[in-house]
C-alpha cells in the first residue's frame, strides 16, 4: 500500500462512501465541473455526473437548506464550505433547521458539512478560522476534527453513514504535509471516541486536528528532560469522549489543553471546566490552556506564527507546570 495524504484521504473516503451508497452525493460551490477549491472532489463530475457532483451557486444558506432537504427525504449529501469561515452564511440553516429537526419531528437528518478550517496557510481573518466553537453548544450537531491521515477517512466514512448532521472540521494545513499508509480494507473512525496517541505519566495534554501534531513535537523536546507527555486527541468535538478524558487526569494529575482556535468561549474552556468539576481532587497543579488570543486570525506570516500555538509554547506550559 502506498502512502496517502490527508487531502486524498477524504477524497477516497467519499469516493468509496458515493460508490457504495448511490443516495450519497456531494454539493457546493466548484465541486463538480472544477473539481473543488482543495481538489478533494476532483474527478467525481466525470465519474459520477453533474447530479452527484453538484455546482451551486454562491449562496451556502442556499444549498445547505437543499442538502437538508435532501437528507429529510432519504439521501445522505455531502456539504463543501469552500473555506469553513463562510459557513457562517449557513448558521441558521445548521442550528435552527439540521440540529432541531430530530427533537420536533424525529425526522433523521444524516448530512455531513466539510468545513476547511485553521490558519498556518497565509490566508489572514476571512479564511484561516478556527469556526468548531461556534457550534459547540448546539444539542443535535455531531463535530468531529481529525488529526491524522487514518482518521480523516475513517472519521468521514462514519459521518456520512451517521444518521444525525455532522460538522466535519478537516484542517487545511494538514491537506498535503501529512502522509501515511490506510488499511484497504473498508473502515471507519467511531464518533465520540478520542484516541491515546501517546502513553504518558506526568503532563496530559488534550487536544485535537492540527495541535495534535505541535504536541507531539512538544512531547518530544521534553523527553530528554524525562518528563513523560500523554496526548489525548480528543477526534470528536460533540460528543466529548468524558471517559477518555477523565482517565488521563486520573492518571497524570496535570493537564493542558490546547488549541488554534481562540480562548475565549472556546472547546478548551469546556474541557477545563469538566476537569474541574469531576476531576478537581486528582488535580496537583491548575489546568493550563494554550490556545490563540482573541484577535482575527493576522494575514502577516510572522504576525500569525506569533497568533498560532508553537511548540515552543507548549514546551513552555509543560515546563510550568511539571514544576508547579
Same mark, same amino acid.
Given at each position: 500500500?502506498?502512502? #496517502?495524504?490527508?487531502?486524498?484521504?477524504?477524497?477516497?473516503?467519499?469516493?468509496?462512501?458515493?460508490? !457504495?451508497?448511490?443516495?450519497?452525493?456531494?454539493?457546493?460551490?466548484?465541486?463538480?465541473?472544477?473539481?473543488?477549491?482543495? !481538489?478533494?472532489?476532483?474527478?467525481?463530475?466525470?465519474?459520477?455526473?453533474?447530479?452527484?457532483?453538484?455546482?451551486?451557486?454562491?449562496?451556502?444558506?442556499?444549498?445547505?437548506?437543499?442538502? #437538508?432537504?435532501?437528507?429529510?427525504?432519504?439521501?445522505?449529501p455531502?456539504?463543501?464550505?469552500?473555506?469553513?469561515?463562510?459557513?457562517? &452564511?449557513?448558521?441558521?440553516?445548521?442550528?435552527?433547521?439540521?440540529?432541531?429537526? =430530530?427533537y !420536533?419531528?424525529?425526522?433523521?437528518?444524516?448530512?455531513?458539512?466539510r468545513?476547511?478550517?485553521?490558519?498556518?496557510?497565509?490566508?489572514?481573518?476571512? =479564511?484561516?478560522?478556527?469556526?468548531?466553537?461556534?457550534?459547540?453548544?448546539?444539542?443535535?450537531?455531531?463535530?468531529?476534527?481529525?488529526?491524522?491521515?487514518?482518521?480523516?477517512k475513517?472519521?468521514?466514512?462514519?459521518?456520512?453513514?451517521?444518521?444525525?448532521?455532522?460538522?466535519? &472540521?478537516? =484542517?487545511?494545513?494538514?491537506?498535503r504535509?501529512?502522509?501515511?499508509?490506510?488499511?484497504?480494507? $473498508?473502515? @471507519?473512525?467511531?464518533?465520540?471516541?478520542?484516541?491515546?496517541v501517546?502513553?504518558?505519566?506526568?503532563?496530559?495534554?488534550?487536544?485535537?486536528?492540527?495541535?495534535?501534531?505541535t504536541?507531539?513535537?512538544?512531547?518530544?523536546?521534553?523527553?530528554?528532560?524525562?518528563?513523560?507527555?500523554?496526548? #489525548?486527541?480528543?477526534?470528536?468535538?460533540?460528543?466529548?469522549?468524558?471517559?477518555?478524558?477523565y482517565?488521563?487526569?486520573?492518571?497524570?494529575?496535570?493537564?493542558?489543553?490546547? =488549541? %488554534?482556535?481562540?480562548?475565549?468561549?472556546?472547546?478548551?474552556?469546556?474541557?477545563?471546566?469538566? +476537569?474541574?468539576?469531576? &476531576?478537581?481532587? $486528582?488535580?496537583?497543579?491548575?489546568? +493550563?490552556?494554550?490556545?490563540?488570543?482573541?484577535?482575527?486570525?493576522?494575514?502577516?506570516?510572522?504576525? %500569525?506564527?506569533?497568533?498560532?500555538?508553537?511548540?515552543?509554547?507548549?514546551?513552555?506550559? @509543560?515546563?510550568?507546570?511539571? !514544576?508547579?
Amino acid at each position: 500500500m502506498g502512502q #496517502i495524504t490527508y487531502l486524498e484521504a477524504i477524497r477516497e473516503a467519499m469516493d468509496e462512501e458515493m460508490s !457504495r451508497d448511490p443516495g450519497v452525493f456531494v454539493l457546493g460551490e466548484d465541486v463538480g465541473v472544477y473539481g473543488g477549491a482543495f !481538489r478533494a472532489t476532483e474527478g467525481f463530475y466525470e465519474k459520477y455526473g453533474e447530479w452527484r457532483a453538484l455546482d451551486t451557486p454562491l449562496s451556502e444558506s442556499g444549498f445547505t437548506g437543499a442538502a #437538508i432537504g435532501a437528507a429529510l427525504v432519504g439521501m445522505r449529501p455531502i456539504v463543501e464550505m469552500q473555506f469553513a469561515d463562510f459557513i457562517s &452564511c449557513a448558521f441558521d440553516q445548521l442550528i435552527n433547521v439540521a440540529a432541531k429537526f =430530530h427533537y !420536533r419531528m424525529g425526522s433523521a437528518v444524516p448530512m455531513v458539512v466539510r468545513a476547511p478550517y485553521g490558519g498556518n496557510i497565509h490566508g489572514g481573518a476571512f =479564511h484561516s478560522q478556527s469556526i468548531e466553537g461556534y457550534f459547540f453548544n448546539v444539542p443535535g450537531l455531531k463535530i468531529v476534527a481529525p488529526s491524522s491521515v487514518y482518521d480523516a477517512k475513517g472519521l468521514l466514512k462514519a459521518a456520512i453513514r451517521d444518521n444525525d448532521p455532522v460538522l466535519y &472540521c478537516e =484542517h487545511k494545513y494538514l491537506y498535503r504535509r501529512i502522509k501515511d499508509t490506510v488499511p484497504e480494507d $473498508d473502515y @471507519i473512525v467511531p464518533i465520540g471516541m478520542a484516541k491515546v496517541v501517546q502513553e504518558g505519566t506526568d503532563v496530559s495534554v488534550i487536544t485535537y486536528g492540527a495541535m495534535v501534531h505541535t504536541a507531539i513535537e512538544a512531547a518530544n523536546e521534553v523527553k530528554a528532560n524525562s518528563v513523560s507527555v500523554e496526548i #489525548i486527541d480528543l477526534r470528536t468535538l460533540l460528543p466529548l469522549d468524558k471517559k477518555t478524558i477523565y482517565e488521563s487526569v486520573k492518571k497524570t494529575n496535570k493537564v493542558i489543553i490546547l =488549541h %488554534e482556535q481562540t480562548k475565549t468561549g472556546g472547546v478548551g474552556a469546556e474541557v477545563s471546566a469538566l +476537569i474541574s468539576e469531576y &476531576c478537581f481532587d $486528582d488535580l496537583d497543579a491548575p489546568v +493550563i490552556r494554550i490556545a490563540a488570543p482573541d484577535t482575527p486570525v493576522p494575514y502577516s506570516p510572522l504576525m %500569525e506564527e506569533a497568533f498560532i500555538p508553537q511548540t515552543k509554547d507548549v514546551v513552555n506550559a @509543560i515546563d510550568k507546570i511539571i !514544576r508547579y
